[in-house]
């Protein structure tokens, strides 16, 4: 098992960027693909980004293709999420998620999950 803790959210004007990060503890984390998520009230928990264990393949969904990037630090049991030219409609919940060997893009691939972190952009 792995537990999952997201940082780094916040108030942000749009246009600028924040950095999420997903602390990992209990198992092995570079056995783990990473996925980052995000929900608005009444909506379906929705893919953002994607890595693979070691870090050498990542997915993103196209909303945030060319703004988001998604990293890892296997030695540091963290992933990240460098959000870029925020806007308000990136305004949601980010949780980050891990899944055991390849990563997918449905949430319903996911075993663990993290508490979420609110992110706010501002018009």
């Known amino acids: 098992q792995v537990q999952l803790v997201e940082s780094g959210g916040g108030l942000v004007q749009a246009g600028g960027s924040l950095r999420l990060s997903c602390a990992a503890s209990g198992s092995t984390f570079s056995s783990y693909a990473m996925g980052w998520f995000r929900q608005t009230p009444g909506k379906e928990r929705a893919f953002v980004a994607a890595?693979?264990?070691?870090?050498?393949?990542?997915s993103y969904a196209d909303s945030v293709k060319g703004r988001f990037t998604i990293a890892r630090d296997n030695a540091k049991h963290t992933v990240y999420l460098q959000m870029n030219s925020l806007t308000p409609e990136d305004t949601a919940v980010y949780y980050c998620?891990?899944?055991?060997?390849?990563?997918?893009?449905?949430?319903?691939?996911?075993?663990?999950w993290g508490q979420g972190t609110q992110v706010t952009v501002s018009s």
């Open positions: 890595i693979s264990t070691r870090g050498g393949y990542t």
């Open positions: 998620a891990a899944r055991l060997f390849w990563f997918g893009v449905s949430a319903g691939e996911y075993a663990y």
